[in-house]
């Protein structure tokens, strides 16, 4: 149960390419993203009223509906739980909206895998990521905190083998959870985002691509174009489809003080995001603490230019140089790596790049590890 994102492409992805294998069925309960045209794999999709988010009248009352709702989401994990008892040899597990690790780990009595995207950061990472933008309320919301992190917690425990998707992320599970867990990286698929045809002209844009909130790098990625001298200063396209109410005015605002020109594309298509990928000069990433990240992976399949923040999951596929490049996180720094993307020839660091994607962060590379696991479980 997961909203439109990175997240919800690599389950879809594990999916499909499990059921090369296996006998797969897909279970979840109702709201987050829907999976549209998975290959023959059913799904059963169980009742969950309570998924939505207070709003309006209901607002004031959010804490005491939010644990709520995570009780109730309990009791609906418990009842997939006894159906994949009764009908299956094994299962995967992934993160959830409600709450990270969902307590369907805490009913299965078959062997279980729990592939972790994230903890939760808004309580693990509280520095860079709020629920929300207010004292009181973060204070409101302590009580519902603390049971999630203990139903997190268990959760993850009661899970037989655990695998994430970086070696930051490994990290994390082993400080957090205190489990081991294997790397399985998940790759893109190469045969859709390609590079442009030869004699494309590329225009005279970056992309950051992220849902709007704070933390995923948006307002670094305008500063850093608010350091390029203007003569020579590209546009900025941000691709995104959530966002943190207000986020977007903020962009504009702060693209407007420092005369940078911007765009936000919503909810766009893969082939539009594929289009703009090959039409733009470089790619900003510049998210905190991103666990993964598959956008870089796709710019490199498009041989368009990945900079990135060297922390996080991206640090497993960006190697600064040769795949791409790497900044400490500060505007003055992406700039002056920019400027030197924008005024080079980067065509021997695009061919190692688009060789790493195509050879080692395809579909098949990513999930040989994941179906090695799960045929031991």
């Not at 808004?122 to 999630?148: F, M, W």
């Not at 990945?306 to 003055?332: K, M, P, Q, W, Y």
Request: hydrophobic share 40%; charged share 20%.
């Amino acid at each position: 149960m997961l909203p439109s994102g990175g997240g919800i492409n690599v389950v879809k992805q594990f999916a499909e390419e499990l059921s090369d294998r296996f006998s797969v069925h897909l279970n979840r309960p109702s709201g987050g993203f829907q999976l549209k045209s998975l290959k023959n794999i059913p799904e059963t999709i169980y009742p969950y009223p309570l998924w939505r988010k207070p709003a309006g009248i209901l607002r004031p009352v959010a804490p005491v509906f939010l644990i709520t709702r995570l009780l109730s989401f309990k009791g609906v994990c418990k009842r997939i739980a006894q159906s994949i008892n009764s009908n299956a040899d094994a299962a995967l597990v992934h993160n959830s909206m409600p709450i990270a690790a969902p307590p369907v780990l805490d009913y299965l009595k078959i062997p279980a895998l729990y592939f972790c995207f994230e903890h939760p950061r808004h309580i693990y990472e509280p520095d860079i990521i709020k629920r929300t933008g207010s004292a009181v309320s973060e204070l409101a919301l302590k009580p519902l905190c603390s049971i999630e992190k203990r139903m997190d917690r268990v959760s993850a425990r009661n899970a037989s083998v655990v695998a994430t998707l970086s070696e930051y992320m490994r990290q994390n599970v082993k400080q957090y959870y205190l489990r081991d867990s294997s790397v399985v990286r998940p790759g893109i698929d190469i045969d859709f985002f390609r590079p442009p045809k030869a004699g494309n002209t590329r225009n005279n844009s970056v992309m950051s691509v992220g849902a709007l909130w704070p933390y995923k790098g948006h307002e670094t990625a305008i500063k850093i174009l608010g350091n390029i001298p203007p003569a020579e200063r590209p546009s900025l396209r941000i691709v995104a489809d959530r966002e943190y109410p207000g986020y977007s005015a903020q962009l504009f605002d702060l693209a407007s003080r420092l005369s940078v020109e911007i765009s936000i594309e919503r909810s766009i298509t893969n082939t539009d995001l594929r289009t703009l990928y090959q039409n733009s000069r470089a790619v900003l990433c510049c998210q905190r603490r991103e666990p993964y990240g598959l956008v870089p992976l796709e710019a490199m399949a498009c041989r368009t230019p990945v900079i990135a923040t060297s922390e996080g999951g991206f640090i497993d596929n960006v190697v600064h140089g040769e795949t791409g490049c790497l900044f400490d996180g500060t505007a003055r720094s992406g700039a002056d790596i920019l400027t030197r993307v924008l005024h080079r020839n980067n065509s021997d660091m695009e061919e190692n790049a688009y060789a790493f994607v195509t050879g080692k962060r395809n579909l098949k590379s990513g999930t040989q590890k994941l179906i090695s696991i799960m045929e031991e479980l």
